[in-house]
């Protein structure tokens, strides 16, 4: 038996106006609620009778999120524009969305069999925490899963990602170009394949200047923003060999790092400078501002559902890897040598 909007919202603590933005895939929901609200729905049979009406007859694409540790996937305005750009293309291809996620800890096993018996063409798997071995669930699917933010040799699935071997290149080039010869690298302390290839992109730009690659300076921090904050203060107090730029795996860890080394009383850009990797918000907000990679982040999951519709529509015995670029966008945190 189905309960209504405002029954939903009365045993969740909120409004029927956020479960109907929840549901209508509006913006302005955190995803924290957004997941909330799915689980609730689910739990208690809650049906969206407008969505049920409008896409009675439209494919369903089955959006998962697969939260290992939820230490990078949270609620930022680089998850919330690329589901929204997976949205927005799923309505002008006439699809209807449907969103759920598998989590760890827990029983994995059933989780993946609930997934597969859920009606639809295709899955948009959103991997940006997964590690080579959690695919192994995803083998022998009905239906072709396409993979967002993530990309592994040992996989086999359509991917589509971000180039982050060329934007770590970029921005590391463009400190360089700046007059920097003492580089080092905020790394992020939790495993992830795209900071894994921004890694690479960072060693490949000082190795292609002839600068010391094995002797680069790494801060390992948590991309959190404040544990990534309390990391980079105890590093200092421990009085470590600073570099005189930093390459930041994404703009939370570059935020925090700079919050610790003003804490300190470095002054950005004139003693450190520093470029991030995203684009967000919080760049232009920060003093001084960001300079940091952009990512199309909205183009990134409307890719991943033209491939999805793509690879429904027609079976071809390989898979592909569609990488977008980033561009550079210079703000004020990094200090020119050269002028």
């Given at each position: 038996?189905?309960?209504?909007?405002?029954?939903?919202?009365a045993i969740l603590g909120v409004s029927p106006a956020t479960i109907s933005m929840v549901f209508n895939n509006k913006p302005g929901i955190s995803e924290a609620t957004r997941e909330m609200v799915y689980n609730a729905a689910a739990q208690y049979g809650y049906v969206n009778k407008k969505a049920e009406k409008n896409t009675a007859d439209a494919p369903v694409i089955q959006f998962v999120t697969y939260?290992?540790?939820e230490q990078i996937i949270a609620n930022t305005p680089f998850f919330s524009e690329l589901t929204e750009g997976i949205t927005q293309e799923s309505s002008l291809q006439h699809c209807a969305l449907h969103m759920s996620y598998i989590h760890e800890p827990g029983n994995i096993g059933e989780q993946i069999e609930a997934l597969k018996s859920i009606n639809c063409?295709?899955?948009?798997?959103l991997a940006t925490e997964m590690a080579p071995s959690d695919f192994n669930w995803?083998?022998?699917?009905?239906v072709p899963i396409v993979v967002l933010d993530c990309y592994y040799d040992s996989i086999d699935f359509d991917c589509v990602l971000i180039n982050n071997t060329q934007g770590a290149y970029q921005a590391t080039n463009y400190l360089i170009r700046c007059g920097h010869t003492?580089?080092?690298?905020?790394h992020s302390n939790v495993i992830c394949g795209n900071f894994n290839e921004r890694a690479t992109g960072f060693r490949d730009a000082l190795f292609a200047h002839d600068l010391p690659v094995a002797d680069a300076i790494t801060h390992k921090l948590s991309p959190t923003s404040q544990r990534g904050f309390q990391d980079m203060m105890q590093i200092l107090e421990e009085e470590p060999e600073l570099a005189e730029a930093y390459f930041a795996d994404n703009d939370i860890i570059a935020a925090a790092a700079m919050k610790a080394f003003q804490a300190h009383g470095y002054r950005i850009p004139e003693d450190i400078s520093i470029i991030?990797?995203?684009d967000m918000p919080l760049c232009d907000?920060?003093?001084p501002a960001l300079s940091t990679m952009n990512v199309p982040k909205k183009e990134l999951g409307a890719m991943g559902v033209r491939k999805l519709l793509s690879r429904a529509e027609k079976s071809y015995g390989f898979h592909t890897k569609t990488s977008?670029?980033?561009s550079l966008v210079v703000r004020e945190s990094v200090l020119d040598k050269t002028l």
């Open positions: 038996m189905s309960i209504s909007a405002k029954e939903l919202a939260k290992k540790h063409i295709g899955i948009l798997l995803f083998r022998d699917f009905p003492r580089i080092g690298h905020l991030g990797f995203d907000m920060m003093n977008l670029s980033t």
